[in-house]
């Protein structure tokens, strides 16, 4: 029955609209909040469906032409560190961890998941048997291993004239 729905409920208030006995003042003060919240919540979506369904859109444009445009900002991020093929037995020695090449045991991690080409370089250049490391510099490597702007750059133009990699300071 209704009852025992509205009893059961969590729609909150019904349980108090839909009782059992004689009606009171206080059910009926329910069942009009009741209903008045239902009568609102669809007056308001009738209008929110009605007003997305009026596909309503504004689109403004402002063109402003001007004579001298500065050569804008641009920031290249190159979400590869370093340029691998350049890497040296004595980067991974030192660095290895620091780029997630090697584990603290200076053993490659998880193999299994690495593509085959790249995991025959990399053992290669992790077998250090036998090596003695030498002198590291953290500056010099992330200048020799970084990647330059040149080999990145494919096409560059502006203003009508072509650009490349001279144009732009690093």
């Not at 009171?24 to 239902?38: D, E, K």
């Not at 050569?71 to 290895?96: M, Q």
Request: aromatic residues 12%; proline residues 4%; hydrophobic residues 45%.
């Amino acid at each position: 029955s209704i009852q025992i729905f509205a009893n059961t409920s969590t729609l909150h208030g019904i349980r108090h609209v839909f009782v059992y006995g004689p009606v009171t003042i206080r059910r009926l003060l329910w069942t009009l909040a009741f209903v008045g919240s239902l009568g609102l919540l669809l007056v308001e979506s009738s209008d929110q469906v009605a007003f997305y369904f009026s596909y309503q859109h504004v689109t403004k444009v402002d063109e402003v032409m001007t004579n001298s445009l500065v050569f804008p900002t641009v920031t290249i991020c190159n979400l590869n560190e370093f340029c691998f093929s350049r890497l040296t037995t004595n980067d991974l020695y030192h660095a290895g961890e620091l780029l997630a090449l090697l584990d603290v045991n200076l053993q490659i991690p998880n193999p299994h998941l690495a593509d085959p080409a790249i995991l025959a370089i990399l053992q290669e250049k992790a077998n250090f048997k036998q090596y003695k490391p030498k002198v590291f510099n953290m500056q010099e490597f992330l200048a020799r291993v970084g990647h330059d702007l040149k080999d990145m750059m494919l096409y560059c133009k502006f203003k009508g004239r072509e650009c490349n990699h001279e144009d732009f300071k690093t």
